[in-house]
């Protein structure tokens, strides 16, 4: 009836992934993939679209956790200056899980100040820990020289905190139209491998290459965030934005004003933008995880994933991915993190936590395929990892007198 042969070829060539994710998730929680653009509301409010959520140990010091968010994806390097600008009237936060439920204990909130006096001046981000404390810290601010500017680094004297905001190469990395007309010949053939054309993962281009975004990263001593069960952390970001700005002390009676508004959420890569039906993603976006923990998406991932034909038993590893105590990375202290760039121990691997390194595209299309794919054939980022904090690529540059542009892969 089909190539079975080739199934099984492919079935055996990705057995060990499956088999890694689904014993993570049976102890474990979700995944999700990168989040660039994946609501109505969170697309047409870009300052405050998050990308990616990475945390991972500290390759050059495991007894420190790193945590970023990236946002405002794909800003060209000719207008960093303009674009690469942190929006001061939203709060970036990390929701931190530390009891191995679904309820966030422990936040980080960071907001910038505004630019009043010039485009190059530097912005002033307040960070406020999880304990209340707070430290201020100048963000790098981007340029249009050739290369990128030096990074400003803020270690805050009393908590040993680092930090860095500023412009980044997107550190994700996936085919975003191969993936998507690979998907739509899934759909369109039932999930019936005979009728998939694998082909279309063959161009292999790394839509977000040639493109910067928006990076905060810290690197905690983990005695800051010490979790109380199984030494885990869990990890998720959201955006919110102060709404009904007040012009005035006198508010009309009955509406409570001013409020903040969550425009975007993002824990596990590409949940919301793979495995959500269009009409829920805003809905996706405002979820608590305890919403997510009670299977108020199930039924909607669920039947999506069976119309790629998804196993049965990978659907519900996928479940546990994406809404099992909640959706957030979580991330065991006690797997050593170590190597070049951001880390690179096997026993480290998302969906341990997640690094800029890690693969995740590939990881979920076998998963969700049965290993029929493992691949979309964009597996090298365009920007290799620094090796140390914060470990991101340089941003692109705008190129010096006589450098081809042959970045970008549309
Ligand atoms: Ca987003
Ligand atoms: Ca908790
Ligand atoms: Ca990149
Ligand atoms: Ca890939």
Redesign the pocket.
Known sequence: MFSFTRRQLAMIVSLAVIIVVALYFTAHVPIEAADHGDAPIASLDRSADLNDVYALLDPNDNTRVFLAMTSQGFIVPAEAVNFGIFDPSITYRFELEMTGDATPDKFIDIRFSAKTQSPTQAQIATVILPDGRTFTAPTTVPNLDPTAPPRVVTTDPASGVQFFAGLA?????FDIAGVNRFIASARAANGNLDNINANLLKRGR?S??G?NTLAIAFSFPIGALQPTVNNEIGIDAITSRVVNIPRSSRFVRGIPTPTMSIVDRAGNPAVNVVLIPFPRKNEHNLATPEEYAAGRFDNSIASNLRELGTSEQNVSTMLRLTTARGDFIRLNLNAPNTGPGDGTSAGAAFPNGRRMSDDVVDTLLTVITNGFVTTDNANT???PLTNTFPYF?LPHQPRDAGVADDQTRN
């Open positions: 190469d997107d550190a994700f990395l790394d977000f290459a493109y980022l365009d920007v690529g």
